[in-house]
DNA sequence: CGAATAATGACAACCGGTTGCCAAGCCTTG
DNA sequence: CAAGGCTTGGCAACCGGTTGTCATTATTCG
């Protein structure tokens, strides 16, 4: 009979129904809600207890559209299969939803074009983004954070808050160990061109290298693909080196396999000294020498510094950098260098 | 001086402000873009221009709000750092995206709890769910079904749309290859008691075990995870086994360690055969013999089924049951039995 | 050439909240 | 007891689209 009716309806419940229970109006019931203090604490507990008796559920839509904010966080990467990630987005996904905010995970699937599409996209459904290893230039970079608060891993633009993951001086001190392994002719595997990352490191390593006196020559690129391992493999066969310090674990992994295959032995014939400790790293045959990164930590880290952007009032000013130690781990595939 | 301004303004382009640039009304510039039929060629094509001009992005927040349909599917699985999902994952987000939906991923933590909240959330913010290995009861799957379109993946509910990987079937081609090595004593390793997979897997190798007269024990549960797989190998060794069939790869790896630890040699000593050929699988030490998985087309599949019953004007009926095959990959780590 | 029909676009309500503004009510204080 | 201040809650506009209704116009047909 009646055409609207109060609680058996299928249709979720809304701040109407509870003000029409509670005898108030729904702008009463949004501050009820949302500043508590702004209500009567009597009119807030009947409120309260109407929307607990209707099972409310706020329409985050909604409340994003009005108050613009959305609760919610872009988290870009550039390739979800890539298990560096999985540890990065679980400590995003901890420590945002510990905020009470949503994470809204993209893959970029390593193209500028996609990365900067999605930023267009997320500027109206997230309050934030966290880019990992960004694909773009460092102006399309910095555009985007003038657009929205942003934090980026692992790459680092002048004005954007940034989180870095300190592989560059690790790496140094994997290239002291081969050499104290006695090893003189080493190759750095570089990862793609695009990578500041694989830059930095290089760049990093280049310098240790003639300071050391010892000559380190550059391969690739490779893409950060267990695949690319056989090409990284055979490069560093063919250019006659004993050891390996490779852009990321997923390479090294691939190398270890194509090494494998054909007949050359890790570490007595190589060494491959690998970065990031990713999942299979520790199990891998032999176990991986890497570089250990906190990565879950650095995602957490980034989060921090997006709320402290979203939040400024609580909390001091928020950072402008944030650079997580590493350390070599070494395990079974580095070893005393072949004597010719 | 102007208190708007009409396009050098810093806010994003909205549809009244194409609208005012064409000299049409709002709602005309909504059709245009959504239903361009309904609307004159010559209009939509000077709508279309001016949208490109000021480089209008729709928002999607208020396009959910007033439309019902967000353009998200949400996708919840119970741990992102299980390899096993990487590849689901990548599956469900581009076949999404290849439709033109967004996707929300969420971890649930193996937690019913954290899930079903998560589904209420949802029900306001996504049009659709992917649930993959639920843990929750029947009667509770069925019920969140009945509110907003679902697929579940490796869990069978009556009455609610799912993909299924049948390792059962495989399970028992293993079985049979571990006979056929001469194994007699063979356990099988067992997954959360939660977990319908484990359930279905364990009653077929039960039966397939009984048909060929040998016996298999059940050991566990264990947590999938490869830090249970050294209480795993232990109750292997103490139960005096010679082959166990594992309930996931993760698991599998881990007794491969804990084994490697206390010097029992695998194959020789013990075989392993692990399920679902993650990434890892492949070059852990030794290389797993295990129950390859197609898990990245399994979400493709999950998905079409998803977007089939969001669109049921398109394509046929939607089906109700997906099973993907799968197949036993023989690897190191399965061999012939020790003579006693 | 007039009428029937279809195509087109404007108007306004609506989705479910948020928030600025204001009035009423309460209490405190002189 | 009156004046002032603060608390409280209602009204209504608004966020940015979608969509049903309807008037107008263009087109086609008899």
Same mark, same amino acid.
């Given at each position: ?42 009119? +807030? *507990?009947?409120? $309260? !207890?109407?929307? =607990?008796?209707?099972?409310?559920? #706020? ?7 009005? &108050? ?66 960004? +694909? *773009?230039?460092? $102006? !399309?970079?910095? =555009?985007?954070?003038?657009?929205? #608060? ?7 633009? &002048? ?71 056989? !090409? ?89 950098? !944030? ?18």
């Amino acid at each position: 009979m009646a055409t609207t009716q109060p609680s058996s309806v299928d249709r979720p419940p809304t701040i109407h129904d509870i003000a029409a229970l509670c005898g108030v109006a729904a702008s009463t019931v949004s501050r009820a809600l949302s500043t508590p203090d702004r209500v009567n604490i009597r009119t +807030r *507990l009947r409120i $309260e !207890a109407a929307a =607990a008796e209707l099972r409310y559920i #706020p329409n985050n839509q909604a409340k994003a559209l009005s &108050s613009g904010r959305t609760g919610a966080v872009g988290v870009l990467v550039p390739d979800i299969t890539n298990p560096f990630y999985f540890d990065l987005i679980r400590g995003t996904q901890l420590q945002l939803k510990a905020a009470g905010y949503t994470q809204l995970l993209v893959d970029t699937e390593e193209s500028d074009e996609v990365e900067a599409s999605t930023m267009e996209q997320l500027r109206k459904s997230a309050d934030g983004i966290i880019v990992a290893a960004s +694909r *773009l230039s460092d $102006e !399309a970079l910095l =555009a985007a954070a003038a657009k929205m #608060p942003m934090v980026t891993m692992n790459r680092d633009v &002048s004005g954007v808050p940034a989180v870095l993951i300190d592989t560059p001086s690790a790496t140094s001190q994997g290239l002291d160990h081969l050499i104290s392994l006695g090893h003189t002719r080493i190759a750095y595997m570089a990862g793609p061109v695009t990578s500041q990352s694989s830059t930095r490191r290089w760049t990093t390593l280049a310098d240790a290298a003639e300071e050391r006196g010892v000559e380190v020559r550059k391969l690739g690129p490779f893409a950060p693909k267990t695949q690319s391992g056989a !090409a990284a493999a055979d490069a560093a066969v063919h250019s006659g080196v004993t050891a390996c310090i490779v852009f990321n674990d997923l390479i090294a992994i691939g190398m270890l396999q194509r090494l494998r295959e054909r007949g050359i032995r890790v570490p007595e014939d190589m060494s491959i000294l690998g970065c990031d400790d990713i999942f299979g790293a520790d199990f891998c045959n032999p176990p991986l020498t890497t570089i250990a990164s906190p990565i879950e930590q650095a995602g957490r880290v980034a989060v921090s510094m997006l709320l402290a952007q979203l939040n400024p009032l609580q909390g001091g000013p928020s950072r402008r950098l !944030a650079v997580m130690p590493t350390h070599l781990t070494i395990r079974g595939s580095t070893g005393p260098a072949r004597v010719p």
